[in-house]
């Protein structure tokens, strides 16, 4: 057997290269051999980030206090107009909430004269965002919020004002959320006008795009996009953005909200079921790929 | 010009204050920062302070915490397990390769060598995730990181290694 | 002198001799990399991109098949389809279980499917659902995180919006076959026409695929779309048929077997060519089931046929006008000349009967038109001689072709002394010219034929040839209206149109019960009723069999055709009921219905301001 002396004259069976090709060996073994989407390798995922949450809190709590400053800072710089113009779209909210409790009383008479089933309403969980796990793979944030909170997979998540993801998987005391803006992300919409229903995806692109249009579908710039509610799971009427179209005329999503701005969240804890193996995947089955 | 001789570690405390720092940096990474791009990037800041162990750190075992450090990167990224172990462990040997090249080194002979290695790991980035992954690494997304990574050397190295006693003042062994 | 030791010596030839063999070896390492990287630079470039790049058709979009009114009857319809590529699912049975729960799938589907994707090569994409509704492929998306390897797509699915009305027709689309593989080459599009106009028009129907790069990654997944060729969309096919009285006509006809044909007499549009039973056209687009198809097949009243342009009927009393102008044209006879009816036609050895036992007394010309009086037409037969009444039947299209330009239509029969001896190897007998006059025997003619006839008549001796398809598709026709003057007295022509107008209009008439008056118009016509058996002596004695007695294949074929309005005629109609019993009870009031909708229709339209036609089109079309 070949041995290696150290400096200080020690004896190994290994010297530092050899070392380093049994990790190198190792290490590629782990990522060729080891299955892509095995719901273990999801389950402690998310375990290690409950279990990493506390350390998140507090590495990322510099950079959401220097953000928040900054953010407090420009918003006094811009203190007059946000204040103007907060007044004027706060009186036209009062117009629009008595509106919908009128609306809402009216629908609630339909359902019962049509002997349908009352409508629960949507409870709203508030959670932080704590790590932004986006890389150029996938598109993916952390909630301080976990089962423990009520979260459960499939959810809507919410930002100030439109949808943003939703949740992928669950721990006890945190939950990822798949941006709308992922490659795996496919949320069925409709939009408010022309009432055209499709399905909104996420390219890893800064906007997302609507697929499976119907072919005589005509959407309008600007447009209203809400969520559909086909398919259960994402309740319908959640505001996500407006329709836009790009160069080559391809319509596209903008987003109401900035997903780069997210530093809380608002969970739609809907109480419809989830889907089939839901409490399987309370443990966090959900894959990106 | 400060030139940075063979540190040795005194102690199993300074191995873990390195540790420490990789693990620190391994999830300010995840910081939610507010940017689109600073988000989508792959900024490898924790290689700075892998570089600085791996160049003064000539016990076999670094190697292995190394990998454990990797691990808790891959599981905190969404990356297949074993992809930042791979990379990480790649570094380190390429970083411990040139112990003894700069060994007398001045800082931009050391930053240089830093810029080299990390064109190589974010090369392997790149090769690897076309490979495996679902989604190739995007090029410009990749460059920009490698980019990242190399400017911000000096703003994590210096003061990290001064932290460590090399700098300045630092220990003849 | 320097002196080296051997020591020096020995390390230093070892040094060169270990630096010469990393020089040779460095040296073919740079030229190995010279010849992959520079000289062999293009060759690799296009390899990698061939893997990298997959390049897959882009299915044009079907053309539509299109009424005169824009309606579409053959439309294409989005299809939600989910595919799976096994090699990419990490747990295929659980992945299979799930989808279950979000579509629906039968235990016995779900079994079947396992067993079909196990067998399959795990890198092929393999299509699990077509047509799935919106609410289950939204399901589905939805979960797609949860579910590797699943891909949603979208395609396009043949639509027949007026189904069985129109089935015959427009045909359907059906998945390719090696015979069509043959016939178009290998096309890169699923639904080839298998009949009718889908098939007669495919290549204008189908268009031109494009061709879509793609990205792909080791894993042969696509991940970006790289560019898009589109190709050409099919063209639509605009047919002379109003949908709206086709779908009329296929209602009246009911669960009746036989067809109904309008054309415009003014340029041989077909406005209407409906034939019943039928079936649904749209079961076969993804593939008819074995039973369902058996059950076509197999069925009594045959509902796979085309029955205006396939079936061959003997044209009974409905035959009588082409006999009186054979008659005119030669002079036997003369308009005024009288015959007497006793019920009874002695020839030989054999006796003719007419249908009214009684017989008709004396009548000449019109009057036997418009009584049907088949001892009159036995005698005008044996005057005229069959090689007139030959002649006569080919110049109003009988026994030919129509010219539609249609796979499968047949011709009909006009027996003569040739045919008889080239068919039978016998000569041609009196008998059979007696038969003949009141459209018996040999005579066979499609409702296509009878309706193109009458067409003729209404345009007193000016002949159109049927077009299904707008002159701007159709191949080898050309724009204009083809019409031919078949050479015959205008005087001969008033005469048999006044028959034709009592037949209908006067008490005495055969067809009194199908007249009509729709804004100031009548309708022209004449009902006719074939025999299918031959009726003994005996029967005869005790009493002819009602055809309500009989089984349905042993009675009389119904047949009326007409046209109107009588003044400036515009359409032509003839419809045939298989084993209807007789054509004034039957054939003659569907005919008057099919009319009478038609005739309500264009005065209401001509009520309407020009505009409000044009929207109400525009609405039709839209929906």
């Known amino acids: 057997m070949v041995d290696f002396r150290t400096r200080k004259g ?26 892509k989407d095995d719901p273990r390798i999801t389950s402690l995922r998310q375990q290690s980030l409950d279990f990493l949450e506390p350390a998140l809190e507090l590495v990322t709590w510099p950079v959401r206090r220097v953000r928040d400053v900054s953010g407090w800072m420009s918003n006094l710089s811009r203190m007059s107009e946000d204040i103007e113009k907060l007044k004027s779209e706060n009186q036209a909210m009062r117009l629009i909430v008595e509106a919908a409790s009128r609306d809402k009383a009216l629908l609630a008479q339909y359902r019962r004269l049509l002997s349908l089933p009352t409508e629960a309403d949507i409870e709203i969980a508030g959670a932080r965002v704590v790590a932004d796990l986006r890389s150029p793979f996938v598109k993916t944030l952390v909630a301080n919020s976990g089962a423990q909170n009520g979260l459960s997979v499939g959810q809507a998540v919410m930002g100030d004002r439109g949808l943003i993801g939703r949740i992928i998987s669950v721990g ?3 939950s990822r959320i798949l941006l709308v803006t992922d490659f795996n992300s496919h949320i069925p919409v409709i939009s408010v006008t022309s009432n055209v229903r499709a399905i909104m995806s996420g390219r890893n692109q800064p906007d997302p795009v609507l697929d499976f249009l119907p072919r005589t579908a005509s959407l309008e710039d600007g447009e209203k996009l809400i969520t559909s509610g086909d398919g259960g799971n994402v309740p319908i009427g959640l505001p996500i953005g407006v329709v836009a179209f790009d160069d080559s ?16 969240v608002r969970v739609v804890l809907a109480s419809t079921p989830g889907p089939p193996r839901q409490e399987a995947r309370k443990s966090g089955q959900g894959q990106t790929r | 010009m400060s030139s940075f001789s063979q540190f040795q570690p005194q102690s199993r405390r300074d191995l873990l204050v390195s540790y420490l720092a990789i693990f620190i940096l391994i999830l300010l990474e995840h910081a939610p920062l507010g940017n689109y791009w600073l988000s989508a990037m792959d900024i490898g800041i924790f290689f700075i302070p892998i570089f600085f162990l791996a160049r003064v750190y000539d016990g076999p075992w670094g190697l292995f915490g190394i990998m454990l450090l990797g691990l808790v990167k891959d599981l905190t990224s969404e990356t297949p397990l074993g992809f930042w172990v791979l990379l990480f462990c790649l570094f380190f040997m390429l970083s411990s390769s040139q112990r003894q090249f700069l060994v007398n080194a001045g800082f931009r002979t050391v930053w240089s060598t830093f810029v080299f290695i990390c064109l190589l790991t974010y090369g392997a980035y790149y090769l690897i995730s076309m490979v495996h992954t679902d989604l190739p690494a995007s090029v410009l997304l990749t460059g920009l990181s490698a980019f990242a990574t190399m400017i911000s050397f000096p703003l994590v190295y210096l003061p990290f290694a001064w932290v460590q006693g090399d700098e300045i003042g630092f220990r003849r062994g | 002198m320097v002196q080296y030791d051997s020591e020096e010596i020995s390390f230093a030839r070892r040094s060169l001799i270990m630096g010469g063999l990393q020089l040779g070896l460095g040296a073919v390492v740079l030229g190995r990399l010279q010849y992959l990287q520079i000289s062999q630079a293009d060759t690799y470039t296009t390899l990698a991109e061939a893997n990298r790049v997959k390049i897959s058709p882009v299915i044009a979009p079907r053309g539509r098949i299109i009424d005169r009114n824009g309606i579409a009857i053959a439309d294409n319809d989005t299809s939600f389809t989910l595919t799976i590529v096994p090699e990419q699912v990490p747990d295929l049975i659980g992945t299979l279980g799930e989808l279950r729960e979000l579509i629906g799938w039968s235990d016995e589907k779900l079994q079947r499917l396992s067993r079909y994707v196990r067998r399959q090569p795990k890198f092929k994409e393999i299509v699990l659902a077509k047509d799935l509704s919106w609410e289950a492929f939204a399901k589905v998306n939805l979960q797609l995180p949860f579910l590797p390897g699943v891909e949603p797509k979208l395609g396009e699915k043949r639509v027949y919006r007026h189904a069985t009305s129109v089935a015959h027709l427009v045909g359907y689309v059906g998945p390719k076959t090696r015979k069509d593989i043959r016939e178009f080459g290998n096309l890169p599009t699923e639904a080839v026409g298998q009949t009718g106009i889908e098939r007669e028009f495919e290549n204008i129907l189908r268009g031109e695929a494009g061709v879509r790069h793609l990205e792909v990654n080791a894993n042969g997944r696509t991940v970006r779309e790289l560019s898009l060729e589109g190709g050409a969309s099919g063209q639509d096919v605009q047919l002379t048929i109003d949908v709206d009285l086709q779908n009329f006509a296929a209602k009246a006809l009911g669960r009746l077997s036989g067809s109904v044909v309008v054309l415009d007499t003014r340029n041989g549009d077909v406005l209407c060519m409906a034939s019943s039973p039928s079936y649904d056209p749209n079961k076969f687009v993804s593939g008819i089931d074995v039973a369902s198809w058996k059950s076509l097949l197999t069925h009594d009243r045959k509902p796979l046929m085309n029955k205006a342009l396939r079936g061959q009927y003997a044209p009974g009393s409905t035959f009588k006008m082409i006999v009186a102008l054979a008659a005119l044209e030669a002079g036997v006879m003369s308009p005024k000349d009288k015959v007497a009816c006793t019920g009874e036609f002695e020839y030989g050895s054999e006796k003719y009967h007419c249908w009214e036992r009684e017989g008709h007394g004396e009548l000449n010309l019109e009057e036997a038109l418009v009584g049907s009086c088949d001892v009159y037409f036995y005698e005008l037969a044996l005057k005229t001689g069959i090689d007139r009444i030959e002649e006569m039947a080919a110049r109003f299209g009988l026994g030919l072709p129509t010219g539609i330009g249609l796979l499968g239509e047949k011709n009909g029969t006009v027996p003569g002394r040739e045919w008889k001896r080239a068919r039978y190897d016998t000569g041609w007998r009196g008998g059979e010219t007696v038969i003949t006059g009141i459209g018996q025997g040999f005579l066979l003619a499609t409702p ?31 724009d204009s209206v083809q019409r031919d003057d078949l050479k015959i007295s205008r005087r001969n022509m008033d005469i048999v149109d006044r028959g034709l107008f009592r037949a209908v209009n006067t008490p005495e008439g055969t067809g009194y019960a199908s007249s009509l008056l729709i804004n100031n118009h009548r309708m022209s016509g004449k009902t006719g009723t074939a025999q299918v058996r031959r009726i003994s002596q005996a029967e005869r004695e005790e009493g002819v069999i009602p055809n309500k007695d009989l089984d349905w294949h042993l009675r009389d074929h119904a047949l009326f055709v007409g046209y109107a309005p009588h003044k400036n005629p515009r359409y032509a109609i003839a419809v045939v009921i298989e084993h209807g019993g007789g054509g004034a009870q039957v054939a003659g009031p569907i005919a008057r219905d099919v009319m009478v909708h038609l005739l309500r229709r264009e005065k209401a339209t001509a009520d309407k301001p020009a505009a409000d036609i044009k929207a109400q089109a525009a609405d039709e079309v839209r929906s």
Not at chain 1, 17 to 24: E, M, N, R
Not at chain 1, 249 to 256: A, H, R, T
């Open chain 1, 249 to 264: 005329g391809n319509p596209y999503v903008q987003l109401n909200d900035n997903l780069d701005q997210l530093l809380h």
């Open chain 1, 172 to 174: 006890e005391e945190t």
């Open chain 1, 10 to 35: 020690e004896k190994r069976l290994l010297n530092g290269t050899g070392i380093g090709l049994v990790c190198v060996a190792i290490a590629a073994l782990m990522l060729f051999i080891l299955p």
């Open chain 3, 448 to 478: 296509l034929q009878l309706a193109a006839m009458t067409a003729s008549l209404a345009n007193k001796g000016v002949s159109v040839r049927p077009r299904l398809v707008a002159p701007v598709l159709a191949e080898g026709t050309s």
